[in-house]
């Protein structure tokens, strides 16, 4: 049925279910707000640590990768699937919870091996096809200080 040209859902379409309120928008957060502050905080530091830069860039991975799943073939699950905005709220939080850092747990226990394989392939090509940006910069050589000495001498 419509009104005044507008389609209306039937009261029978599926509905998701849920327990938490808000649950929309707790899952925004925890998928896209924290990751991007800290990935954020992360980029402005003067010294990054190497995990916390694999951590982030996994994370942006599996997160636009299911994005783009979600959004092309899985829409339906939201409105099936009981609670589905809980789970993957829970499925995101471990992979972004400080104390737990899934996405750098995913990479070290079950990625980075098999990884490596196409990492020795491919690596050189991507170089090659980057030309003189896939060149590191050449570091110039600082000039020796001569300490002890001055010129007032």
Sequence with gaps: PTLRGVARRPSSSRMSISIVPFIGLI?????????LTESAGV???EKTANKDLTQ???????????????NNFLFFLA??????????????LWLVHPDYLGALWLWHKRLKVPHAEYDKAFY?????????????????????SDEGTSKDD
């Design 27 to 35: 899952s925004f957060g925890v998928q896209y707000v924290y990751p």
């Design 43 to 45: 980029l402005l530091k």
């Design 56 to 70: 982030w860039v996994v994370f942006w991975i599996i997160c636009i990768g299911f994005a783009i799943l979600e």
């Design 79 to 92: 409105d099936c699937v009981p609670l589905y905005l809980e789970l993957k709220t829970l499925a995101f």
């Design 124 to 144: 050189p090509l991507l170089l090659q096809c980057l030309g003189p940006l896939g060149k590191a910069p050449a570091v110039e050589a600082a000039p020796k």
